[in-house]
Every structure is written in structure tokens, then in C-alpha cells.
């Protein structure tokens, strides 16, 4: 007897979506397709959509540092609960995940309390690329994460030449949060206190598409693979449809869905993020990459904060 046939669900098969019923026994998939067959459990799926366990590429869970916002159970829970079966989780937390001896702490308190399959992120920094060099069998490790731009934390490698030792030394793929700190620095008196609507200027195409570039160069250079998170701008999207292969790049959801000015005028800070919210120019050459298979994952970047001012 099967353990559990879901009836009736629309599912993608061969690209195309077709009603089916799933069979599991053993927790495995053992038939997909009609059945007749009898089982423990009957769930009817009828005008839902069944997919496959999806992989959250960029999450934040705030463990170790910040476990009044979340830590790594709760976040896996809400994972699980939102179908997602894996995350990569991100080092900039406090202290950051950025040698062995923290990378291992935070394996050692994810163990028995997470309930969806995890890997974690290794931090960059500016001097420790004698760890990166090392790290190409660590377990539990999906790569190296390397802030260009500042952002929530203190991890940040800003320097051209020290963005070049990180790649240079780098024996995993290279996720980038790519914002140009030096265009920050200077764009700062921009920034109209009390008005969200100057974070997108504050924050500026050029910051994006200037660091992005810098990255790519660099990584072809020394024949690194390098993938660029949460892409915002148009720019970015017609230079990196350019440079595929070992340069894959990131589409989230939030970038997707809202636009500015409307989100800053309906959701105020809510929609403040980094890299922020564009315009609808931004928003609709974002669509036109995940409709043409430009973007090679679409990433939550869920990050949570508390609600407080």
C-alpha cells in the first residue's frame, strides 16, 4: 500500500501543465501519472499546482546576533511552511560567519533544530583569503559571500584590489551583493531624512551597474565563477545577458512584484531595502529577463527586521 497519493493536481511536465496524481511510499516518489492504487493518505489537489521542493538561494536568518528578529529554527520552519525544502543561508550576522571556527558554530547550532535542508554561506573580508583558498570541501558550505556595497552588518570589502584577493583566492563560486561603496559614500548627501522615495537615489542605478561590471571583469579574469544577487536595473539586466556562463545572476521576488514611486507611497520604509525598489522601466526589463531565461534563480533575500522605528 502507498503512503500518500495527491490527486488531481496540475503539475509541469515536459514544460507543459497537466493533471496528475502524485503516488509516494517510503517517503519517495514512485509514480506520477493515474493511479488507482490504494493508500494511507488521499490528498485532493484540485485547482492547486504541485511543485517540486524549491531551493531559497539567499536567506537571512539572523543566528547568531539578532534571535529576537529570528534564528535558524524558526526561519526553517517558515521555509518548510512556504515549501521551500533547502536555504543557503548568509554569513552577516554578529559575530560574522567568516572563519572556520565560526562557520562551524553556526553548523553546530543549526543541528537537530533546522527542518529543511540547509547550507550556509562563508564570508568575505579583506584579509581572509587564506580561509576562501580552503574551503572548497568544507561541509555544509555553498559558497562564499562577498558584500561589494555596505548593508546589514559589518562584512564589506569595498577595494577594488581587495575584491580582486577574494577572487583571486576564492575555491567556490562568489555570491555578490554588488553595490559600488564608493557611489554610497558619495551619493550620501542625497539622502532627504524622513522621504524613502531618495533611497533609490541614494542608492542609484549607476551604484549598481558600476559595481556589477567591476565584478564581472574580475571574476573573468581569473576564470572565477561569480553570481550576482538581487538584481534591480535594467542596465544590469542587458550587461549580464551578455556575460553567461560562469556569471549567473539572481531575480527576488520583491523586485517582481512592486515598483516605485507606488511602494513608497502605499508601504512607506516597509519597501526600503538594499539594492532598493526602482521604477517601473526597472521593474518591467526585470519581467522581460525571467520571461526570456535570462535570470538563473529567482532568491527570496529574506531578511527580517523588527517592526519598530
Known sequence: ????????????????????????????????????????????AKNL?????????????REPGSTDTEDLHSGSRAAIAGGITGVFEMPNTNPPTSNKVEFQKKLDLAKNRMYCNYA???????????????????????????????STGNLLVAKEEDIEKVFQKSSKVVAVHSEDEEILIKNKKLIKNGDVHSHPIWRSEECAISSTRRIVKIAERY???????????????????????????EITPQHLTIYAP????????????????????????????????????????????????
Open 1 to 44: 500500500m502507498l503512503d500518500l497519493i495527491i490527486k488531481n493536481g496540475s503539475c509541469y511536465i515536459d514544460k507543459d501543465l497537466k493533471n496528475q496524481d502524485i503516488a509516494v511510499k517510503d517517503g519517495k516518489i514512485v509514480e506520477i501519472g493515474k493511479t488507482s492504487g490504494e493508500a494511507k493518505e488521499i490528498f485532493d
Open 49 to 61: 499546482t504541485v511543485l517540486p521542493g524549491c531551493i531559497d538561494t539567499q536567506t537571512h536568518f
Open 120 to 150: 550556509f554561506y562563508f564570508g568575505a573580508t579583506a584579509d581572509n583569503g587564506n580561509e576562501l583558498a580552503d574551503i572548497k570541501s568544507l561541509e555544509g558550505c555553498c559558497g562564499i559571500k562577498l558584500f561589494a556595497g555596505s
Open 223 to 249: 576564470k572565477k565563477k561569480a553570481h550576482i544577487l538581487h538584481i534591480t536595473t535594467k542596465q544590469e539586466i542587458d550587461f549580464l545577458s551578455q556575460h553567461k556562463g560562469d556569471i549567473t545572476f
Open 262 to 309: 507606488d511602494c513608497y507611497n502605499k508601504l512607506g520604509t516597509y519597501s526600503q531595502m538594499n539594492p532598493p525598489i526602482r521604477d517601473k522601466s526597472h521593474y518591467d526589463r526585470l519581467w522581460y529577463a525571467v520571461k526570456n531565461n535570462f535570470n538563473d534563480t529567482i532568491g527570496s533575500d529574506h531578511a527580517p527586521h523588527l517592526k519598530k522605528k
